[in-house]
C-alpha cells in the first residue's frame, strides 16, 4: 500500500510526495512499515529533544488523562499546569515569570503580537501596535505570525492578507546584506534597526521581534557578539518591547536553555515551543514580565485573547515530565558538548565544492550549498539542490530539515542538521557517514 496524494481523504502536506508509515521510534531512529530504519536528523523540524519513545512521558500522558483529560483554562486549572509553571518558571531567564501556555509556536507569536499590543494600550500608547521583523526569519504560517516571518517565498501568496510590519537585514556574516566584515563592520545590520524605527515612526511600534539564532528560513545563523545588545538597547531607547523568538533555539537547544542566554540580554517576551513538549504533545508558551501582566489585571482585568486548548492539562503534564527528563539526563549540558562534535565533524564536509558554510550552536546546525565556493554564488533553484540532498539522505536512511530562497528571495540552498539532544557521539559518526555517502552522489 502506498501513501501520498490523492489516495485516501488526507490533505497531505506535500502533494506529490510518497509517504513511509511509520510504525515506531526508539531514540533518534524512525521505523517505517518494511522495517527501514531512518536516523532523525532534524528532529523533525528541530522538535524531537529527548528522542522518540521514551517511556516516562507516554506515563505522565497516562496519568494525567486518568485524572482529567482537559479542562478550559477560563474555569479550572489542574495540578499539572501549576507543576509545570513552578518548574519552568525556575530556568527561565531573570525577568520573565509569567507563562501562558498554548498549542502551537505560531499561535504563541500571535499572543506576543497582542500582549504587546494591549500592553502599549493599558500604557496609554494607543498609536503603537506594529511590531518589527526580520527578513530570512521565521515565526509562523498563521496570518500574524506570518506578517513577521521574513521568508518571502512563504509570504508572496498572501501579502494582500498581510499586516503592515517594517522589516530589517538579518546578521547573516557569511553574505552581509552589506557586503561588509565583522568587526570592522560595527553591527550596521543591528543599526539598521533605528533606521527602520526611525523611518516607520516610533510612535507606531509596539515591539522588535526576533529569534536569537536564525532557524528555519536561513539555517542556524548565530549573530556575532554585541549584536543582540544592540538590538536591546535600541529598543529601550524608544520604549520599545523585545520578542525572543526561542521556539526552535530554545528548551536547550542551542547548549543553554534558552538561546538569548549566550549573550545575556533579557527580552521583555519570550515564544517557545517545539522542544517543550519534544513532540510528544501541540505545546507553546507565551511568557512576560510580572509587571506587563500586573498592567493588564489592574486595566481590563485581563488579556483580551484565548484558544480552546490553552493550559492544557495533558499538553502541561508532558511538559513537565520533558523538562524533569532534560534535568536528570543533563541533556543542556550534553547538548554542548555534542554540539562542538557534531559543528566540528560537519565542517569536513567543506572538501565538497558545493558546501559553501556550515555554521550553527549547540545542535542547531546548518549547511549551506553554493554552486561556487569562492563568489558563494547559489545554485539556480530550478536545479532544486536542496531537495536533491534532501530526498537522497532520506534514501540513504537519514532526514534533515531543508530551506531554501534565502539568498533573493528565490535562489539559496540549505539543510538543517538538529537531531534529539540525546544523541551519541557514535551516532552523530552514524549521521556524518550517511552525508559524505549522500554528497559523494550529489558530486
Ligand atoms: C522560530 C520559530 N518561531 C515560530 C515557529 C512557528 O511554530 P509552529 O510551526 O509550531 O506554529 C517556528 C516553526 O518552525 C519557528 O522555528
Redesign the pocket.
Known amino acids: 500500500m502506498e501513501y501520498g496524494y490523492p489516495k485516501g481523504h488526507i490533505f497531505y502536506r506535500k502533494l506529490g510526495r510518497i509517504y513511509p508509515l511509520i510504525t515506531h521510534g526508539e531514540g533518534i531512529y524512525l521505523y517505517d512499515e518494511k522495517g527501514k530504519r531512518y536516523i532523525d536528523g532534524s528532529g523533525g523540524?528541530?522538535v524531537v529533544n529527548i528522542g522518540h519513545g521514551q517511556k516516562e512521558i507516554l506515563q505522565s500522558m497516562a496519568d494525567q488523562m486518568g485524572k482529567v483529560g482537559y479542562v478550559h483554562g477560563t474555569q479550572f486549572t489542574t495540578q499539572s499546569i501549576e507543576e509545570y509553571a513552578e518548574a519552568l518558571g525556575k530556568i527561565l531567564p531573570e525577568g520573565l515569570e509569567k507563562i501562558y501556555f498554548l498549542s502551537?509556536?505560531?499561535?504563541?507569536?500571535e499572543a506576543a503580537i497582542k500582549l504587546a499590543r494591549q500592553y502599549c494600550l493599558e500604557s496609554g500608547q494607543s498609536q503603537r501596535w506594529r511590531v518589527v521583523a526580520r527578513w530570512h526569519s521565521?515565526?509562523?504560517?498563521?496570518l500574524g505570525?506570518l506578517s513577521l516571518t521574513g521568508r518571502v517565498g512563504a509570504r508572496r501568496p498572501y501579502l494582500p492578507l498581510l499586516m503592515d510590519f517594517p522589516h530589517f537585514p538579518p546578521p547573516y556574516c557569511y553574505r552581509c546584506p552589506f557586503g561588509l566584515t565583522y568587526p570592522e563592520c560595527e553591527l550596521e545590520c543591528g543599526r539598521a534597526l533605528e533606521n527602520v524605527i526611525q523611518l516607520e515612526g516610533p510612535e507606531t511600534i509596539s515591539a522588535v521581534i526576533l529569534?536569537p539564532i536564525i532557524?528555519?528560513t536561513i539555517g542556524a545563523v548565530v549573530p556575532p557578539d554585541g549584536y543582540l545588545s544592540l538590538i536591546k538597547k535600541t529598543c529601550e531607547r524608544y520604549g520599545i518591547l523585545l520578542i525572543d523568538?526561542?521556539?526552535?533555539?530554545g528548551m536547550g537547544r542551542s547548549g543553554k536553555w534558552f538561546a538569548v542566554e549566550h549573550w545575556e540580554v533579557q527580552p521583555d517576551i519570550m515564544?517557545l515551543?517545539?522542544g517543550m513538549s519534544g513532540g510528544y504533545f501541540p505545546l507553546?508558551a507565551m511568557i512576560t514580565k510580572a509587571d506587563i501582566v500586573d498592567l493588564l489585571k489592574e486595566r481590563t482585568g485581563g488579556f483580551v485573547h484565548g484558544h480552546t486548548f490553552s493550559h492544557h492539562p495533558v499538553a502541561c503534564a508532558v511538559g513537565l515530565a520533558v523538562l524533569q527528563l532534560i534535568h536528570e539526563k543533563k541533556l543542556v549540558e550534553q547538548c554542548v558538548r555534542r554540539g562542538e562534535y557534531l559543528l566540528k565533524r560537519l565542517k569536513e564536509l567543506k572538501a565538497f565544492p558545493f558546501v559553501g558554510d556550515v555554521r550553527g550552536k549547540g545542535l542547531m546546525t546548518a549547511i549551506e550549498f553554493v554552486k561556487d565556493q569562492k563568489t558563494k554564488e547559489p545554485f539556480p533553484r530550478t536545479g532544486r539542490f536542496t531537495e536533491k540532498v534532501v530526498d537522497l539522505a532520506f534514501e540513504n536512511g537519514l532526514v534533515l530539515y531543508p530551506g531554501t530562497g534565502f539568498v533573493d528571495g528565490v535562489n539559496g540552498d540549505m539543510v538543517m542538521v538538529g537531531p534529539p539532544l540525546i544523541i551519541e557521539e557514535g551516532q552523530i559518526d552514524e549521521i556524518m557517514e550517511i552525508l559524505k555517502k549522500t554528497f559523494s552522489q550529489m558530486s
Open positions: 523540524a528541530l502551537g509556536g505560531s499561535e504563541a507569536v521565521y515565526h509562523g504560517n498563521t505570525a529569534e532557524g528555519a523568538d526561542e521556539v526552535m533555539a515564544v515551543g517545539k507553546s
